[in-house]
């Protein structure tokens, strides 16, 4: 069944594709501005550039600020192909995203909700709106392709 957003992660999906293309694990990240217009796009690039925090989600994030001219995305989503780990949902939370959408969940390091629930802890001072689960088949299918070297 279609959802609004079907555009954002097929493009995310096929961030994730390009980020395998150079070694990194197939993950791909847009975030959509007010108007729902794409503000940055980022896949994967930790093996590419050697830096452990090249998350899909923090380079996407990054790229928004500066789109904008602000650390804060106050009305922005974000939009991921898998559920974000605790230093991508940190990320989250910092940067005042108004929306997170995900694909696939991560059970060994997910912290939206399957390890951990980062994003609407009731302690921190910004809780984003989550939509869990779209498209998550496709999304958990070139994950589960990439670690099984097929």
């Given at each position: 069944?279609?959802t ?31 108007d ?6 980022a ?22 600020s500066?789109?904008?001219g ?15 780990c605790?230093?991508c949902?940190g ?5 005042r995203?108004?929306?997170l ?23 921190l ?14 999304c ?8 099984r070297?097929?």
């Amino acid at each position: 069944m279609p959802t609004i957003w079907d555009d954002a992660m097929t493009l995310a999906l096929n961030l994730a594709e390009q980020a395998v293309e150079h070694g990194d694990a197939p993950i791909g990240a847009v975030v959509l501005g007010p108007d729902g217009d794409v503000l940055a796009t980022a896949g994967n690039e930790r093996e590419l550039t050697g830096d452990a925090t090249a998350h899909a989600e923090v380079l996407a994030l990054r790229r928004a600020s500066q789109a904008l001219g602000t650390w804060r995305l106050k009305g922005c989503t974000l939009v991921v192909t898998l559920e974000p780990c605790t230093m991508c949902a940190g990320a989250v939370v910092l940067s005042r995203v108004d929306h997170l959408v995900f694909g696939a969940f991560d059970e060994k390091a997910g912290a939206v909700s399957s390890l951990w629930d980062v994003v609407r802890d009731p302690r921190l001072n910004h809780r984003p709106q989550v939509t869990s689960g779209v498209r998550a088949e496709e999304c958990a299918a070139i994950l589960r392709k990439f670690f099984r070297g097929v």
